[in-house]
């Protein structure tokens, strides 16, 4: 049986050997706690993309929405995407329009999604967060640059797409691994078995995403089983992937009281090394 492990965003210029083996000894430290033992003749794939998203974003020079005040080489689309995500995120971790207002400086009908100086204010405003206004620029951007461009997705996809299939497996993915996962499990080919597909710390709940991919939502047809988890105080993972937030039949199982002990609640380590977790990987690989 194979495992593949669909990693997040902000692993660029890493040593994927090294990023691998955390996850597995995480995933090990999840199974120990269940009582679990790691499943004899396991194989382990981690497509890493991380390089080549980077690649695409000096490519397409992404900016980081937040570093200027004013943006005319950012595409339109690229930066109301981004405006949706932190809005949706902002009003997650109780951030005000008051609050932004006051990293805005300008009069308060200037507020919305296009206005570069009101995005601006917003990724300020998100500093006093666990995630940090840092991360969240770059995890919008990131988010946005899949979601918007199909070149990104073709080229991202292929990396983890030739890590499944033939035969069963199971797949995890966190973060932004969980929307590259569900798009590439929905267009496998036959071939392909996924006896579960396991996504912790996944923004598909988010509106700004959830209406950016193929509709309606629909369970992969490869898929035997979804299991998602979040911890209530991840600022990236808002909502449960359940009606109305992403609502498909079969439904998904939901864990939404995961205690993440990563600093920012959203970590991979943290959800990986959940017994709970652990214990849904371990029982589809067996």
Request: glycine fraction near 10%; charged fraction near 20%.
């Amino acid at each position: 049986m194979k495992v593949v492990l669909i990693h997040g965003r902000s692993h660029g210029g890493l040593d994927p050997a090294e990023v691998q083996a955390a996850w597995e000894e995480a995933l090990r430290e999840g199974l120990r706690v269940a009582g679990l033992a790691w499943p004899d003749e396991l194989e382990v794939a981690f497509p890493f993309y991380a390089d080549e998203l980077d690649r695409l974003v000096a490519q397409i020079q992404a900016p980081v929405l937040g570093v200027a005040t004013r943006g005319p080489a950012a595409d339109p689309k690229d930066v109301a995407l981004q405006a949706e995500l932190l809005e949706e995120l902002a009003r997650g971790q109780g951030v005000t329009d008051a609050e932004v207002q006051a990293h805005f400086g300008g009069e308060a009908h200037e507020r919305g999604p296009l206005n570069w100086g009101w995005v601006h204010a917003m990724f300020r405003a998100m500093d006093r967060t666990p995630l940090g206004g840092a991360v969240l620029e770059q995890f919008t951007r990131d988010v946005s640059l899949y979601l918007n461009y199909r070149t990104v997705r073709r080229v991202i996809d292929a990396i983890v797409a030739r890590h499944l299939g033939p035969g069963p497996c199971v797949v995890v993915g966190h973060s932004l691994g969980s929307v590259i996962g569900y798009h590439v499990l929905g267009h496998a080919p036959e071939d392909v078995e996924v006896r579960r597909f396991v996504t912790v710390g996944s923004p598909l709940g988010l509106a700004a995403v959830r209406k950016r991919l193929d509709a309606p939502l629909r369970m992969p047809g490869c898929v035997q089983g979804w299991f998602n988890a979040k911890d209530p105080r991840d600022g990236v993972a808002l909502y449960p992937l359940d009606d109305p937030y992403f609502g498909v039949d079969p439904a998904i199982t939901n864990k939404l009281d995961v205690e993440n002990f990563t600093d920012n609640r959203h970590g991979v380590i943290g959800y990986l090394a959940d017994p709970t977790v652990a214990g849904w990987i371990h029982a589809a690989l067996r």
